[in-house]
């Protein structure tokens, strides 16, 4: 008697297939996995009878699951999902397509997919599972630029209720869709109930994607505060309040995370137009500190830098920062252009891809791609997944040929499935690298052009200083070597050129405005 599971038993013929999808299920029911994938395989190939056939597809998808081969399984819950509703294994398949997609971190096959195969037939899903396809999908119309379609996918009446596991992501798009759309105060409700509705959710059902949800939740409350406090008039009392919610948001990024860097320079903005300049150079010098410089480069810290000081007539440090800018990212203006233009005419977009996995881990290469330039395509999150997508797989392609069961036509026919998505996705990353590595260059460029304004502005402003300065009869500038220091949860210490990890993000400078009025 089978006691698989999965759907209710079968009443089939005693024929040879029968008794091989018996033996199969048995295999399965004993989790000999290895086995089971095997005899599945044989009666899919040589079944006689076509219900034995999608059985045995179907049994052999979830013991590649159960087995670890994530991928090898997609491709066959794909097959059954494109075959429609007519396969009784049709409902099954999408909850364990998802499953699946979740452990290789897939962003791109099975959600679109999903969005293609929609129909009546998901209605028959857990909600749990309904839940999420729906945010699958939303994700997808919200990447197309289609956000009424995305929205209906999202809404917690019809799509993703409150209390889904799925709706803090589903949320967090939400307030993503308010934000390109302008709507400000919508975003600030979106990123809210994101950050509510994940806290809410118990504990042993938190997962690291939660937490990063989490986390782009808060991000993005911070960077509405300071776009809605930004917008406002410098007279307007909410213009204070506004950027300083954006201040207490930024803080509770958490430390060490991938989010950690991006909050402490957005910080330095937002005390920057709180004319807390103290604070804001505090930001710049933890950036500057060899634990990001490791992992990415904020080139925009060197214009926030000079911004503070000029604001502040302390023009000599504004040059200094100016000289210490162009000296560190001229050379690397000048390699990232040659290196986006040196792809070799007969070969693919797979070649940046390949020269940024070179150029990351400080391979000796002819490639001119500055390294730190490709620390920081590397760090960002998109292209995280994507590689580790591919990583996954490769990795599984390597379990398969270990596996001595699988030899022959089985392993021939996963392992080309792999290389067919590896051949897909590498010139796709590749594409996403140059397109990433394009925008570094335009940042770094941006930045060049606005060191060389700060350059001119800096002359005229320290000629009319200059002037004053002799008006009112001063002939030597001073500073103190201990200037003020704001309460006594401070310490004042004279840098020389050591960070302390467990300080980054808490410095904060002592600055005295040198401008006459």
């Not at 950036?287 to 023009?315: D, V, W």
């Not at 040196?342 to 996995?357: H, Q």
């Not at 002037?467 to 070597?481: D, H, S, T, Y």
């Not at 003020?484 to 004042?492: A, H, L, N, R, V």
Request: hydrophobic share 40%; with cysteine.
């Amino acid at each position: 008697m089978r006691k698989l599971a999965l759907i209710t038993a079968l009443c089939l013929p005693l024929t040879a297939q029968a008794q091989d999808l018996d033996r199969a299920i048995e295999d399965f029911n004993e989790e000999r996995f290895e086995e089971a994938i095997a005899g599945f395989y044989e009666v899919l190939k040589y079944g006689e009878a076509r219900g034995d056939r999608k059985d045995a597809r179907y049994y052999m998808a979830v013991a590649l699951l159960k087995k670890g081969l994530d991928f090898s399984s997609l491709i066959f819950f794909r097959e059954i999902i494109m075959d429609g509703p007519s396969d009784r294994h049709y409902v099954s398949a999408v909850q364990y397509i998802l499953e699946a997609s979740e452990n290789l971190q897939d962003d791109y096959v099975v959600p679109g997919l999903i969005n293609r195969e929609y129909g009546e037939s998901f209605l028959d899903l857990r909600d749990v599972v309904l839940n999420r396809v729906n945010l699958l999908i939303g994700q997808v119309l919200y990447r197309q630029g289609k956000y009424d379609d995305a929205l209906a996918f999202l809404d917690p009446e019809r799509g993703v209720p409150d209390d889904s596991i799925h709706a803090p992501a589903s949320r967090y798009i939400v307030g993503l869709v308010n934000t390109r759309r302008g709507d400000l105060q919508g975003a600030l409700q979106s990123f809210q109930s994101a950050l509510e509705l994940a806290a809410s959710i118990p504990v042993d059902q938190r997962s690291s994607d939660l937490e990063r949800i989490r986390r782009q939740a808060i991000l993005g409350l911070a960077r509405t505060w300071y776009e809605v406090g930004s917008s406002k008039d410098e007279e307007d009392p909410e213009r204070l309040a506004s950027l300083q919610k954006a201040t207490e948001f930024y803080r509770m990024i958490p430390r060490f995370t991938d989010d950690w860097g991006d909050s402490i320079f957005e910080r330095g903005w937002a005390h920057f137009q709180l004319n807390e300049y103290g604070k804001s150079l505090g930001q710049v010098h933890s950036l500057h500190a060899p634990f990001f410089a490791s992992s990415r480069q904020y080139a925009e810290g060197y214009i926030l830098k000079m911004t503070n000081y000029f604001y502040n007539c302390q023009f000599d440090r504004v040059r200094r920062s100016l000289s210490q800018f162009k000296d560190f990212y001229g050379p690397i203006e000048k390699d990232l252009a040659e290196a986006l233009t040196s792809r070799p005419a007969d070969v693919g977009d797979e070649w940046f891809y390949e020269e940024l996995l070179a150029a990351a881990a400080g391979t000796p290469r002819d490639s001119r791609l500055p390294a730190n330039i490709a620390r920081t395509v590397a760090a960002n999150n998109r292209y995280r997944r994507l590689h580790n997508f591919l990583n996954r797989i490769a990795a599984e392609a390597e379990a398969i040929k270990a596996v001595d069961l699988f030899k022959g036509e089985l392993s021939g026919e996963l392992l080309t499935e792999i290389e067919a998505a590896k051949d897909q996705f590498r010139p796709f990353l590749g594409k996403l690298v140059k397109q990433k590595l394009d925008r570094q260059l335009r940042i770094v460029r941006g930045m060049m052009g606005q060191a060389d304004i700060i350059d001119i502005q800096t002359g005229l402003a320290e000629a009319e200083w200059l002037e004053a300065q002799r008006e009112i009869e001063f002939k030597v500038r001073k500073r103190l070597p201990r200037p003020f220091i704001p309460s006594d949860k401070f310490q004042y210490w004279p840098f020389h050129g050591e960070y302390w990890i467990d300080e980054l993000g808490f410095y904060e400078y002592a600055i005295k405005s040198e401008c006459v009025e």
